[in-house]
């Protein structure tokens, strides 16, 4: 009776990692219309965020002990009666059901990234094919949008390749587009109807207006340069490729009970491993 009375449930232990990730992307953000030192505290500030919100949750949880409550004030115990199993339906009489009920996993995402970056990366090259009459010009103007913002220099010109200019372009397209495919992994599933729809019409028009409303107020000056026509078809390249990958992921139901490390596939659970020794 001791040892229940003193018994404690393991929670997940507060941390405030997460907040300063949060508050390093808002100055990272506050950097492209106020100063580039806000930019260099944003980036220390969510990359010692993001390492201590890692730290807290992999490869195991942090959990700390919380006090049941007394015996005295517990729930009275159940009494088992003979008869028909009633099925408990999820999120049905009070069962506190984890949505999405399926999910994409993450590696579809960065799949869909990968490839939605692709088809954006070629329609730039048809683009400066056809206006420009080199497949430079649109990855070269994309730099010169880009590149001011963190202080670097545009390109001398906007026909000829250039190394450096050309990676550091890569670099900044290569991860905001594994971050959306991440997002589309995570968002779509709790999304009602056909992911090619949501994925490759809705969002890209969605961030087309905001990019055009975010340049109109960091560049005014480059909104008139933007071939929005080009713009809009590359988004919906990027769009329809991300999303037809995701669409033809295979989905993988919640688990709805099992730890964090479990979910992540980082170690089996005691149910997983029951069962694999009881197979034949």
């Keep these: 009776m001791a040892e229940k009375e003193n018994e404690a449930i393991q929670l997940p232990a507060p ?4 907040l300063f990730f949060a508050l390093g992307l808002v100055f990272l953000l506050a950097s492209l219309v106020t100063n580039v030192v806000f930019a260099y505290v944003g980036v220390a500030t969510a990359i010692l965020g993001a390492i201590g919100w890692w730290r807290e949750m992999l490869p195991r949880e942090h959990k700390e002990p919380v006090p ?5 004030e517990r729930a009275p115990p159940i009494v088992p009666r003979m008869g028909a199993v009633e099925h408990l339906v999820i999120g049905e009489d009070g069962h506190r059901v984890r949505l999405p009920l399926e999910y994409h996993p993450y590696a579809a995402g960065l799949r869909a990234g990968i490839a ?6 070629i329609m730039g090259g048809i683009q400066g094919l056809v206006t420009a009459g080199t497949p430079w010009a649109a990855f070269n103007g994309f730099a010169s949008i880009v590149m001011p913002l963190f202080g670097a220099a545009p390109p001398p010109d906007m026909t000829t390749f250039h190394v450096g200019i050309m990676i550091s372009a890569l670099a900044i397209h290569l991860a905001l587009s594994l971050l959306i495919g991440v997002v589309y992994s995570s968002i779509l599933p709790m999304l009602p109807g056909s992911p090619r729809l949501w994925g490759g019409i809705v969002a890209p028009l969605v961030w087309t207006v905001c990019g055009w409303a975010a340049i109109s107020v960091v560049m005014p000056n480059a909104v008139g340069d933007i071939s929005w026509l080009w713009f809009i078809a590359s988004q919906l390249a990027f769009g329809l490729a991300a999303g037809e990958v995701i669409a033809r992921s295979p989905r993988i139901q919640t688990l709805q009970s099992y730890t964090l490390a479990g979910r992540a596939g980082l170690e089996a659970s005691e149910a997983s491993q029951d069962g694999e020794g009881n197979n034949p």
């Design 68 to 72: 049941a409550q007394p015996l005295s």
């Design 15 to 18: 941390t405030a990692a997460p």
């Design 116 to 121: 939605g970056g692709i088809a954006m990366a």
